[in-house]
């Protein structure tokens, strides 16, 4: 029984003095293979996360709906086109060492689809910055333009990617994303370092407030150190060691993780928002006098538990109206109580 011949089991030449000279697989396809691994973790992360979000916010802003539907969206593109490089050179060629030497379409657009996810949630950060007040609108100037910046060198890149279709040729324009990655490092740093430096500024010297503030400041510098530490491996090896594809696998699991934060940050808004008022709107830790404040004129609905009873209740019920009916006092009059013949309690 033959056994069926291929076309690239054909391509390889019958004299292996004729192989050209190949890159080793440990540290290009075998690097790349493990960043597409971690990668597609990572992925079904943000899947839950895409998913929680709907379910926790279904009427949140139209801009944080568009945010998360765009992420998911390029995230799944840039999914799909690692698993195709590596089912491309690990199943398709796997008989013919020399398509190592060139480019696959798929590998040549990942520049333009990291900074797409980048930029995406990018502008997620700016905006939040930008509601912090006039005082930082010096940081929301610079930082569109350090975006700007990053997307450009993305571009190039990708652009001499097809222009290249070697990667010995691409060799001469790894600069291209060493800048790129460099700006997304300094905006990453700019744009964590302010808000840490607003939420430090927001004490109030109220315990319960400023643990709140301190679990913001490191939910922050987590959400930030994760993706700027993988930026700047990224970029150390960028600029080390251009010609393998160790940048590149650090630069798979980078994007993934900008989604992963952007939607665990949005999704967190419900985790702090529920133990902020549990802490300060607990009856257990906000005294009674705090709530002695003068009412509006109208109905007051009041329901405290009280530790002793009123010596002015009727019944056994807790819920108190009171209605307020406000009369003049004649002008002169300097006795300071309030005459409020109007004051019935049900």
Same mark, same amino acid.
């Given at each position: ?18 192989l050209p ?5 440990n540290?290009? /396809? ?5 960043? #597409?691994y971690i990668? /597609?973790?990572l992925?079904g992360? #943000?899947?839950h ?6 379910? %926790?916010?279904?009427?949140?802003l ?7 539907v ?13 698993m195709?490089t *590596?089912y ?9 060492p ?8 798929s ?7 990291t900074? %797409?996810?980048? %930029?995406?949630?990018? *502008? $997620? ?15 929301v100037?610079?930082c569109?333009v ?8 993305a571009?190039a ?10 990667f010995? +040729?691409?060799?001469? $324009?790894?600069?291209?994303d060493?800048?790129? $990655?460099?700006a997304v ?5 700019l744009?964590?370092?302010t808000?840490i ?13 400023d ?8 939910y ?8 700027g /530490? ?6 150390? $090896?960028a ?7 160790i940048?590149?696998a650090?630069?798979l ?26 802490d ?6 906000v ?11 109208g109905?007051l609905?009041?329901?405290?538990d ?5 010596p ?9 109206d009171?209605r ?8 002169? +009059?300097?006795?300071?109580s ?5 004051l +019935?309690?049900?």
């Open positions: 029984m033959s056994v069926p011949s291929t076309n690239a089991a054909a391509e390889i030449p019958l004299n292996p003095l004729e000279k190949l890159p080793s697989l540290n290009t /396809l075998g690097a790349f293979m493990i960043g #597409t990668s /597609l973790m992925y992360l #943000t899947l996360q895409s998913y929680r979000y709907f379910r %926790l916010f279904p009427k949140d139209l801009f944080m709906r568009v945010i998360v765009a992420t998911l969206i390029l995230e799944t593109v840039h999914t799909a086109l690692c195709h *590596c491309y050179y690990l199943v398709v060629n796997y008989f013919n020399a398509a190592l030497l060139d480019g696959v379409w590998i040549r657009l990942m520049p333009l689809l900074a %797409l996810v980048c %930029l995406v949630s990018e *502008c $997620f950060y700016v905006r939040r910055v930008y509601i912090l007040g006039a005082r930082y609108r010096a940081v100037v610079i569109p350090l975006i700007l910046v990053f997307v450009g060198f571009a890149a990708t652009a001499e990617a097809f222009i290249r279709p070697t010995k +040729d691409y060799n001469k $324009f790894e600069w291209l060493s800048a790129a $990655f460099g490092v300094l905006l990453d740093v744009l964590t370092g808000l430096i607003t939420l430090n500024k927001s004490r109030t010297g109220f315990k319960r407030t643990s709140m503030i301190d679990l913001l400041i490191v922050t510098i987590n959400t930030g150190l994760l993706t /530490l993988f930026g700047v491996l990224s970029l150390i $090896f600029l080390t060691s251009p010609n393998n594809l940048y590149s650090l630069n699991v980078a994007t993934k993780t900008y989604a992963t934060s952007l939607l665990a940050v949005l999704n967190s808004r419900r985790g702090h928002l529920s133990q902020f008022e549990k300060c709107f607990n009856s257990e830790s005294p009674r006098s705090a709530f002695k404040t003068v009412p509006p004129p109905v609905r009041s329901a405290f009280r530790p002793h009873p009123d002015l209740a009727s019944s056994a019920s807790d819920v108190v009171i307020l009916q406000p009369s003049k006092v004649a002008q002169g +009059d300097e006795d300071d309030i005459n409020a013949p109007g +019935d309690r049900k």
